[in-house]
T-cell receptor, first 122, second 112 residues
Framework: EAQVTQNPRYLITVTGKKLTVTCSQN?????MSWYRQDPGLGLRQIYY???????DKGDVPEGYKVSRKEKRNFPLILESPSPNQTSLYFC?????????????????????FGPGTRLTVL | DQQVKQNSPSLSVQEGRISILNCDYT??????FLWYKKYPAEGPTFLIS?????DKNEDGRFTVFLNKSAKHLSLHIVPSQPGDSAVYFC???????????FGTGTRLKVLA
């Protein structure tokens, strides 16, 4: 089954304790991205990666790191978590340029999202 | 500065009627727009998209309209079904980037 998986799904931690949220996709997608969802703010992009070893900042990268050593994995690293990083995090992947179907433009593809990781930093 | 705005946080519609969800944007460089649907405890799922060279795109019960001069897009769901009850996000992007800007979402409730 084609999917994006995230681990853990739920995490409660304390300020300053380094953590990593893993993201893996089995669709051979080049593009991967991390978002956070907060009430009243919608989804905000943290980092994205166009391919292995190629990453770039989204709108809210402060306090986060990412790496893309393999195509299928895109971990999100919080070196020193703070309470303002309490949020719901989503990983997503896509393959720009994949064939079009009903409702889709062939030059841009939709993203497939993981189930989310709810992080609480105390 | 919210570049993509969904000014209605919630919407209730009777089953069988039309649901219209609206989205406004400020950046004229955006040339691709997407709608996602999100159920509780799940990740968003893609619904429909439109590029700026079109003003309408249909996929079954879902139609997206784009008015570039007004920087406005809307999602029409006809007929609405109880299973459509979810949070809907619009998102925008522009050529040459892989950045996506999402709106704050509209919670749709379809009443049986």
């Amino acid at each position: 089954e084609a999917q994006v998986t995230q681990n853990p799904r739920y995490l409660i931690t304390v300020t300053g304790k380094k953590l990593t949220v893993t993201c893996s996709q089995n669709m051979n997608h080049e593009y991967m991205s991390w978002y956070r969802q907060d009430p009243g703010l919608g989804l905000r992009q943290i980092y994205y990666s166009m391919n292995v070893e190629v990453t770039d900042k989204g709108d809210v990268p402060e306090g986060y790191k990412v790496s893309r050593k393999e195509k299928r994995n895109f971990p999100l690293i919080l070196e020193s978590p703070s309470p303002n990083q309490t949020s719901l995090y989503f990983c997503a992947s896509s393959s720009p340029g994949q064939g079009a179907s009903s409702g889709r433009d062939s030059s841009y593809n939709e993203q497939f999202f993981g189930p989310g990781t709810r992080l609480t930093v105390l | 500065d919210q570049q993509v705005k969904q000014n209605s946080p919630s919407l209730s519609v009777q089953e069988g009627r039309i649901s219209i969800l609206n989205c406004d944007y400020t950046n004229s460089m955006f040339d691709y727009f997407l709608w996602y649907k999100k159920y509780p405890a799940e990740g968003p799922t893609f619904l429909i998209s439109i590029s700026s060279i079109k003003d309408k795109n249909e996929d079954g019960r879902f139609t997206v309209f784009l008015n570039k001069s007004a920087k406005h897009l809307s999602l029409h769901i006809v007929p609405s079904q109880p299973g459509d009850s979810a949070v809907y996000f619009c998102a925008a992007s522009y050529s040459g980037t892989y950045k996506y800007i999402f709106g704050t979402g509209t919670r749709l409730k379809v009443l049986a």
